[in-house]
């Protein structure tokens, strides 16, 4: 591999496996990517990347509720308390929360006009920040990459 990753944290010596220094890599990328948008969103919506991930995903069900279990499957990150980024959301009018009518014991959420809003005033920076972060990797690498990152993600083991 190259010796790209050691020059970036400085590391004398060469790591004890490729997967090692790939998932290093990725951890590395992975943070320097989400920063400067955690940031953004932040200081411009008062937004954590998971509260935009959860408006996001109860925009793409829109108009069906999803559950907050259905909403942590699909999650990027799976955070173990999507009820209280629910709650948090709630709080400002991003959501709503209501019984599901077929079982009273399921509570169902809905992105609201005002979390539609936010979202349409943050779209245009969700489209330019990928370009401003990789636009400077060619294309032909871009879709090796993305071909790539699919593969371990289909593949993926698992560790306690």
């Given at each position: 591999?190259?010796p ?90 991003l ?36 370009r ?29």
């Amino acid at each position: 591999m190259s010796p790209s990753i050691r020059r970036h944290i400085e590391q004398k010596r060469a790591f004890e496996s490729p997967e090692q220094e790939v998932v290093l890599a990725v951890r590395m990328v992975a943070a320097r990517i989400l920063a400067p948008w955690e940031r953004f969103l932040a200081s411009e919506a008062g937004l954590t990347a998971s509260q935009y991930n959860v408006l996001r995903i109860l925009r793409g069900s829109h108009p069906a509720p999803l559950t907050a279990g259905t909403i942590g499957e699909r999650s990027i990150a799976h955070d173990p308390d999507v009820t209280r980024l629910v709650d948090r959301l709630a709080d400002r009018g991003l959501v709503k929360r209501a019984r599901s009518e077929a079982d009273r014991r399921v509570v169902e959420v809905e992105i609201t006009g005002k979390g539609l809003d936010l979202l349409r005033v943050l779209d245009p920076h969700a489209r330019r920040m990928p370009r401003a972060l990789v636009g400077h990797v060619e294309s032909k690498k871009l879709q090796q990459l993305a071909k790539l990152l699919a593969d371990v993600l289909d593949g993926m083991g698992t560790y306690p």
